[in-house]
């Protein structure tokens, strides 16, 4: 799968542009031809180098940093001065790469967040969302996910639909009004939840019906998940 550039957060339209038509008229070399080509100020390199986008020419984020930082405008009198020899730097981990893309892009096509926080999570006990499948509608249950969405219908008497999204799925939590007053903070400040309740499977379709939230956001303090929320 491959992201779009209007996805990447501060990459203005204009650059863009620019940046396709380059791209159309001849593959890129290395980091410095797309800069060179598109006229990409310091800015505009910055956040592709962040949101990953360069990754194809440098090898990782770290390497297409390091390139744009040395990108200027190369003048007549040096045009034929060597290279710096390449330097080597280390490879991002997972981490660094997840929290990289959420901060630019907003999602990852990497680890999922609770991939990384699985062993947190299974010492405190919570299951993944494929572990829910074919238990009984009735099963209490404890599941933790990253906060995707919440929803509350005019016409749901204050009922909100809070959707979880862990590395396997997502699962769709009822959270009544009373549990959603008493726990008001809670549940619309927690970017990853933890909720105590039982399945309810009417139809083909399962819920979960939140009796107790945890917010767990303190397990990924630096990560910039935003939810999809309507009211």
Known sequence: MRLGLREVAGFAQAAGARLMAARAAAPFADVADPCHRAD???KARAVLAEAGALKGLAGHRHRARWAIAGVETQLPLFAGSPREDAIVLPVPTAHDDLHADYA????????HPLQLLRRQLQARRYRRTRDLTGLPSGTPVRVAGLVTGRQRPQTATGVT???LEDEDGMVNVVVWRD???KQRRVLIESKVMGVEGRLETEDGVTHLIARRLLDESALAPDLRAVSRDFR
């Open 40 to 42: 990409l100020d310091e």
């Open 161 to 163: 639909f809070v959707t």
């Open 104 to 111: 630019r892009l907003g999602l990852t096509l990497g680890a």
């Open 179 to 181: 549990l959603g007053e």
